[in-house]
């Protein structure tokens, strides 16, 4: 089904465009390459726009476009040739097809691997433009490439970079105007003479000779046998090599230190150990520091304490209000409570507002706004539009998301990834995937919506479905992670050790249920390592503000509805209603106050809505446990289940989102009557 | 390593055998790709029959890291075992 929607806008793209795209007016500049090579980086140069940029192959999984002058420039997902042996090649294969100039991005670290695709596309008769990227890192390994030398056996334009360090962008426009057909094999022509003339592209007549079926339909012509392909790919490879030992010499290999560290990361003695580090340091840096200390002063303090009550008694200036004001004594547990009316506004009667003023100053005041009238109160009060959104959103969750984003933009641009995805690549071939799936389930961790588009990178169907599952069901997105990570670490050791283990037994029986009844078969691993080295940190800082900004722009949406739907619900009385019809699930199957339905009508809306629900019901430790555990398990938020019926399908992700309930309810329920 | 040399000379007299029993730290050359879709994968990555790589790791339960010049790759423990090789005697 997937296919055949792909397919058909195939054929828009051919009618509009046509084959080489020349006929449209605007030129069209595409960035090709290997995954991992820094053609992000070339487009985010080149048109301005942000796109992001990580140390693993496969962060880009489809095309952005952008403006750069008088052209429009694409950016594409990575590949090692034009084929089609999975969705990422076909997206890059057609948009390379409706160029009219391929800028080649080369890893020069790695020319062996990348020329191959740069010959293939001289083969394809594209006029391109090579730029040797990683320059920098050549120097410091003190290999010499001779640029001249490749450009002449090419026949293309050859050009140097370093494109973290933006030098050599300066020859973009040098390149996009002398970009040249490259020099082809004379055998080549003979193989695609008769093809050429009947499909009258080059470029096509190329692929569909290497077997690309989808090809061949579109021009209803024979396609090309494995055996063909393999001929080629064979003396492809032959040529490659040849032309890399006539241009790149290696002076000495001097050992660098972050290249030691990815060996160790990859060593069985030294790997876990690794691993462990890097996960004390991120629990001390979210689980403590910021989702305790920093969120402790930016809620409570700021958030609370401030804003809000600066807001509330503003309003307070103009409307009826009932206001507590609880003390707390650090010598005297007792509390104290005074309530202050005021019938008409605060300042009807001067001294009363003075004695409130006085006691709600103090330390320790806990001050709650009561507003009679109901607009009001849907505004400003309890679950207030305004007052709740904006102190979840701007106190609690934006610190805590963009902590998050950080550690996840430096963990991805260190390279160490793909490493990880190795070293777990036995257990997760138990789970009926290979270690690539970390990379989309790691990613899942910061935002389910952006990792279950990642999931495009695995290699088959079935794959696909089971990661996309346990993104879905049982990984929680940052937001999520944030308002956990702060009940969690305020509830102590055990109920963390219970929710780690039933969430991480929930991901081990789902995943080899499917593996068991899935049909078909899953592939195995083949990734190419990066270069591990240490994060740069301004595009950490870049990545995390773009998105944080971008959570922040869709969130604010979600949590606004949320908060008008919950606020109209508690005004009208329906939200009593709602509890007391959930009783009998939330208070005597979960063991939670009834309240805590409330919830989970927000987390339909969003599952970290919902968690930040949890936060005024003084729960027991243990039954925080059980009321994360639900809500973790339940369905993930509107974003992402619109995703995944784009990605899945709408009959796998409809299965996927109504089971969670079931899955969300049951689990979150047995464990109660255990723990509790 | 105890028992490296040992072991050494005892491939030498093997010979072939597949991928996900080479042993870390040896160089071998390859001698038959898998054929199909995952062959010209391989031979795009830069690993061609005929080829003599490097092997970096081999990590518990078969997954096979190897090197060829500054490359590294990673290689799963099902597609390891259907790469016959050839331990190269230096
Ligand atoms: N040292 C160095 N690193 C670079 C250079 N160019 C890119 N990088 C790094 O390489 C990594 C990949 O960059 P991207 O721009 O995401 O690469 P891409 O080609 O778009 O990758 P995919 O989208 O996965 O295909 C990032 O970590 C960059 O910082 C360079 O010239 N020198
Ligand atoms: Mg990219």
């Known amino acids: ?676 | 390593m105890p028992g490296a040399k040992k072991e050494r000379t005892a491939n030498i007299i093997m010979g072939n055998k597949t991928l996900d029993k080479i042993k870390k730290g040896t160089y071998f050359t390859i001698e038959k790709l898998p054929s199909g879709i995952v062959k010209v994968q391989l031979i795009r990555l830069g690993l061609s029959e005929g080829d003599t790589i490097f092997c970096l790791e081999r990590l518990p339960g078969g997954t096979i890291i190897v090197q060829k010049n500054r490359q590294e790759i990673a290689i799963g423990f099902e597609l390891a075992k259907l790469i016959s090789v050839r331990i190269k005697i230096i």
């Not at chain 1, 080489?20 to 595409?30: M, Q, Y």
């Not at chain 1, 933009?409 to 990880?420: H, K, N, Q, T, V």
């Not at chain 1, 109920?495 to 899953?522: A, D, E, H, M, R």
């Open chain 1, 1 to 676: 089904m997937k296919d055949f929607i792909e397919h058909k806008e195939h054929h828009l793209h051919l009618e509009n465009g046509l084959s080489e795209g020349t006929k449209s007016g605007i030129p069209k500049i595409v960035l090709a390459g290997n995954p991992n090579v820094g053609k992000s980086l070339f487009f985010n140069y080149l048109s301005g726009t942000y796109v992001d940029v990580s140390n693993f192959p496969g962060t880009t999984v489809s095309i952005t476009k952008g403006v750069y002058k008088n052209s429009e420039v694409y950016d594409t997902p990575g590949v090692y040739g034009v084929s089609s042996f999975n969705d990422e090649e076909k997206v890059a294969r057609d948009i390379i097809l409706e160029s009219d100039i391929v800028i080649n991005v080369v890893n020069s670290l790695h020319l062996e691997r990348d020329l191959f695709l740069t010959l293939q596309l001289i083969d394809m008769g594209k006029k391109i433009s090579v730029f040797l990227n990683f320059n920098d890192e050549l120097k410091k390994r003190k290999i010499v490439i001779d640029a001249e030398k490749l450009s002449d056996l090419l026949g293309v334009p050859v050009y140097e970079t370093s494109a973290v360090k933006k030098m050599g962008f300066e020859k973009l426009d040098e390149a996009i105007a002398n970009a040249k057909v490259g020099i082809q094999p004379d055998a080549l022509h003979h193989v695609l003479h008769e093809t050429l003339n009947r499909v009258g592209s080059q470029a096509e007549a190329l692929l569909i000779i290497e077997g690309d079926e989808i090809i061949a339909e579109r021009h209803s012509v024979p396609c090309g046998s494995g055996d063909e392909r393999e001929i080629i790919y064979i003396e492809r490879r032959n040529r490659v090599n040849e032309i890399v030992s006539t241009v790149e010499r290696e002076d000495s290999s001097k050992g660098l230190f972050f290249n030691a560290l990815g060996k160790y990361s990859l060593n069985p003695i030294t790997g876990i150990p690794i691993l462990l580090v890097m996960l004390t340091v991120l629990y001390f840096f979210i689980g403590d520091f910021v989702s305790q200390r920093v969120v402790n002063f930016t809620e409570q303090t700021i958030g609370k304490k401030y804003f809000e009550y600066y807001l509330k008694s503003f309003v307070a200036n103009y409307t009826p209000s009932e206001i507590s004001v609880t003390l707390k004594d650090e010598q005297d547990p007792s509390k104290k409570l005074r309530v202050y009316s005021f019938k008409e506004n605060l300042n009807e009667n001067q001294k009363v507002k003075q004695e409130f003023d006085h006691a709600s100053r103090d330390e320790n005041a806990i001050v709650d706004f009561h507003f009679p009238n109901p607009f009001v109160k849907l505004l400003f009060g309890e679950f207030g539009i305004i007052s709740m959104t904006i102190t979840y959103l701007v106190f609690l969750l934006l610190p805590l998301v963009a902590a998050f984003y950080f550690a996840m933009a430096l963990m991805e641009d260190s390279g160490y990834l793909p490493r990880l995805a190795t070293m777990l690549d036995r257990m997760m071939n138990k789970i009926g995937l290979n270690g690539r799936a970390v990379i989309p389930i790691m990613l899942g961790f910061g935002c389910v919506t952006m990792a279950t588009i990642t999931t495009r990178l695995l290699g088959s169907e079935r794959e696909k479905t089971i990661a996309t599952a346990i993104l879905q069901y049982v990984i929680p997105c940052s937001a999520q992670l944030a308002v956990i990570a702060v009940l969690l670490s305020g509830a102590g050791v055990v109920p963390l050790l219970i929710y780690v283990t039933v969430i991480f037994s929930t991901l081990i029986v789902i995943s080899t249920t499917l593996n068991k009844f899935l049909p078909g078969q899953s592939t195995p691993l083949l990734i190419d390592l990066p270069i591990m080295r240490l994060p740069k940190l301004d595009n950490a800082f870049k990545k995390t503000f773009f998105r944080t900004y971008g959570f922040m722009k869709e969130a604010s949406l979600w949590f606004f509805v949320g908060a008008l739907l919950v606020g109209l619900l508690d005004v009208t009385g329906m939200l009593v209603v709602f509890q007391n019809i959930l009783a009998p699930v939330t208070v005597h199957w979960l063991k939670l106050p009834k309240e805590a339905a409330t919830a989970f009508v927000m987390g339909v809306v969003r599952r970290d809505f919902g968690a930040a629900g949890l936060f005024g019901l003084n729960l027991a430790p243990m039954q925080i446990t059980v009321a994360l555990i639900t809500i973790t398990l339940f369905v993930p938020c509107i974003a992402a289940f619109i995703i995944m019926i784009k990605e899945r399908g709408m009959k796998e992700g409809l299965i996927i989102w109504f089971s969670a309930w079931i899955f969300a309810f049951l689990i979150g329920g047995v464990v109660a009557q255990i723990i509790i």
